[in-house]
Every structure is written in C-alpha cells, then in structure tokens.
C-alpha cells in the first residue's frame, strides 16, 4: 500500500503462537471499549504506541508496552487490565516514549510485574532475554542451526572458539 502510517486491524497473526494473538485483541478491545488514543506516527499524539510480545519455547512471555505520553493514570488503568487478565504473563512491561523515533535503547524500561526478562532454552543452554536484547526470534530454527554448526565445526575438546558479531551466540 506504501503507507507507513496506517494500522491494519489484523484479526489473527500466524508468526506468534498462542496467546499471542489473544493478548493483542484483548488490549486492542480494552482501548476501544476505554476510548484510548492510539499514536499517530504523523502529529506524534497518542497513547498506544507499540505492543512487543515475546513468547519462549518453554513458554515464558513478556509484554511491552510503548506509550507516546505519559499519562499515568491510563498507563496504570491499562497495565492493571493486562495483569489482571493475563496472568500468565512472566514479565509485563512498559516504556513512556515522547521522542520522535519508535526506538527503545536509549529509553527506560519500567517493570509492572513480573520479571524485567524472560528465559528461552536452546538445547542445554538457557538465556536471559531482556526487553532490549537482541535474540533470534524463531528458537526452533536456532536450535537447529546451532546443532549444524556444532556437526560441520566438528569441535574438539581443547579448540578455541570465538563467538564475534551474533549478538547472544
């Protein structure tokens, strides 16, 4: 379409698992049902700004919510909704974001419950995933590929590895 300013009401995603979707709708119906302002990309005014969800093989999942205000008792009216509702949620989380740009590096990652992380597992090792780590986003696919580096590399033993430029490795 060549818009870059235009959300699509999409009813069902088929990149995330389960409850992914569900957390999606439900926040959208909230903020409909609540009259809360979505951010216009264009006049820089709105509330919701951006919605990350992250779920792990071993099924841990984190929320994060960019707000393009601050204005705290919607913050807190919304972040109590999603807590109540989703229970199940390992790290609920959010950002007030003003500035120009959508990214969050430079921004101040608050805590509503949870942890400030979740855990993926790819084989034997486990990670720690924060709201701001880079990490590859499909784990079945890494763990794959992770077990043709070990077959091709045919490691040994007392062979020095480095691990440069692949973020978590």
Do not use: W
Request: hydrophobic share 35%; aromatic share 12%.
């Amino acid at each position: 379409s060549g818009f870059y300013d235009k959300v699509i009401d999409l009813k069902n995603c088929y990149l995330q698992e389960e409850p992914a979707n569900k957390i999606r709708l439900q926040i959208n119906e909230f903020a409909k049902k609540n009259k809360l302002s979505y951010y216009d990309i264009r006049s820089h005014q709105g509330l919701l700004r951006n919605l990350l969800i992250r779920i792990t093989s071993i099924g841990e999942i984190m929320v994060l919510i960019q707000f393009g205000e601050n204005d705290k008792k919607n913050i807190d009216f919304i972040m109590t909704y999603i807590n109540k509702i989703f229970p199940e949620i390992s790290s609920l989380l959010y950002i007030i974001n003003t500035k120009l740009n959508d990214s969050i590096f430079d921004q101040k990652v608050i805590r509503y419950s949870g942890n400030d992380y979740i855990i993926e597992k790819i084989d034997t090792l486990k990670f720690k995933i924060g709201a701001k780590t880079f990490f590859q986003t499909n784990s079945k696919q890494t763990e794959i590929l992770y077990q043709k580096v070990k077959e091709l590399a045919k490691f040994k033993k007392d062979d020095i590895i480095y691990d440069l430029y692949t973020g978590t490795g």
